[in-house]
């Protein structure tokens, strides 16, 4: 259920939210509600303990033009080749109060980043009225008409429910790129983590998403059934994705710090996390398992073990299994390595293993800390908490 939040009528100045996908690193982010309206799920922590909120339509628009008047002013600075210089930035952010400040900062990295894409937060902007999303699309593309780009997250529970005309009209507003967490294709995994959709659904989401022109990004959490439900994840999580064809399949590793729900339930013993090697088995089977689709896989996400997971299907797919096969066919001692290596920045791809500096750097950094084949995967856990 939706709730408005208690200061409704007083703006308090431009607004973000706390995460958006890592493809959106460029993008503007105008925070349309806040937190999550669902917030239930086990392995997320984003929101928890966060209120939901839907910002009234007002607030949003006054958040739009205030960057507005900050990129026509940052376009008046700029030189023949765009370049803005640093003293007029420090001069112009003194005069201004701490609430433009915000905008300011906001447009700032927005016309350094080229603007040319917008994303929508929070977690689900789609969970507000058609009429209303659709006015304040329009009036971004009235703001800023040479953006290609609108993007928002969306649960397939919310887009199942939204008409295809009106999905169609968001389109034709703007809106061109909808993220969903999938997480799993699996009823029983999706069940378990209280995702609070199931598998059908997933799929007439994604499946109405694509009917109404826009792109489609679904994200996978490879490890979310655990031991026991790995190969049931593997296998009815590609099933899903068999039958929508997203443009891009994203890879988001499992992991889980403290506080969270699933923390909770590892620690009782009803949740029993995969290791790395394990992880790799099970993403060999999800990826393995994909067929008659042309979605583009893509490892973006800082806890993945193989950024080199990555490619358009079907013609990727022998190189991402060769990839895998080849991490598995390593001895412990690297794959200990190149495990380390990863979190730590040294090694994106398994290549990077042949050089003897890198090596060296891995060496040491495990000799310093005790890090084994028999440790490593306790000490993984610590390190990708920090990622998160
Ligand atoms: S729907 Fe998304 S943001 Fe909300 S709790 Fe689940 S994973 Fe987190």
């Not at 984003?46 to 940052?74: C, M, N, Q, W």
């Not at 890090?371 to 610590?382: A, K, Q």
């Amino acid at each position: 259920m939706t709730q408005r939040h208690p200061d409704k009528d007083h703006y308090h100045g431009f607004e973000q939210g706390p995460i958006r996908p890592p493809s959106e690193a460029g993008s503007l982010l105008i925070r349309v509600t806040r937190n999550c309206p669902w917030n239930r799920c086990t392995f997320c922590p984003v929101y928890k303990g966060a209120r939901f909120s839907v910002r009234p339509e007002s607030h949003v628009i006054d958040d739009i033009d205030a960057v507005h008047r900050h990129v026509v002013t940052l376009k008046k600075l700029a030189d023949g080749s765009g370049s803005i210089l640093r003293q007029d930035v420090s001069e112009l952010m003194q005069c201004l109060s701490p609430q433009e400040q915000q905008a300011f900062g906001a447009a700032l990295n927005w016309y350094a980043g080229g603007m040319t894409a917008i994303f929508l937060q929070d977690a689900n902007s789609l969970v507000v009225k058609p009429d209303q999303l659709i006015r304040i699309l329009r009036h971004i593309r009235s703001r800023f008409p040479w953006v290609s780009r609108i993007t928002s997250y969306a649960r397939s529970h919310t887009i199942a429910r939204i008409s295809d005309d009106n999905l169609k009209q968001m389109r034709e507003a703007g809106l061109n790129r909808i993220h969903i967490g999938l997480e799993s294709g699996s009823d029983a995994v999706l069940s378990r983590v209280r995702k609070g959709v199931d598998k059908r659904t997933q799929i007439k989401a994604g499946q109405k998403v694509k009917k109404a022109g826009m792109e489609l990004s679904e994200y996978v959490m490879p490890g979310l059934g655990g031991k026991e439900l790995s190969r049931e994840h593997a296998i009815e999580t590609a099933d899903a994705l068999n039958h929508i064809n997203p443009d891009f399949i994203r890879l988001r590793t499992l992991a889980i710090p403290g506080g969270i729900p699933l923390a909770e339930d590892q620690r009782t013993g009803r949740f029993i996390k995969l290791n790395d090697l394990e992880m790799v088995r099970e993403i060999r089977l999800f990826i393995d398992s994909l067929d008659g689709i042309t979605s583009m896989i893509v490892s973006d996400h800082i806890l993945n073990l193989f950024e080199e997971v990555q490619g358009r299907l079907p013609d990727a797919k022998p190189h991402i299994l060769a990839v895998l096969d080849r991490f598995l066919s390593l001895s412990d001692q690297d794959q200990c390595r190149f495990q380390v290596g990863r979190r730590l920045g040294i090694f994106t791809r398994l290549i990077d293993m042949n050089s003897p500096k890198r090596r060296a750097k891995v060496d040491a950094f495990c000799a310093q800390h005790g890090i084994t084949p028999g440790n490593v995967d306790v000490m993984i856990d610590e390190m990708m908490k920090r990622f998160i």
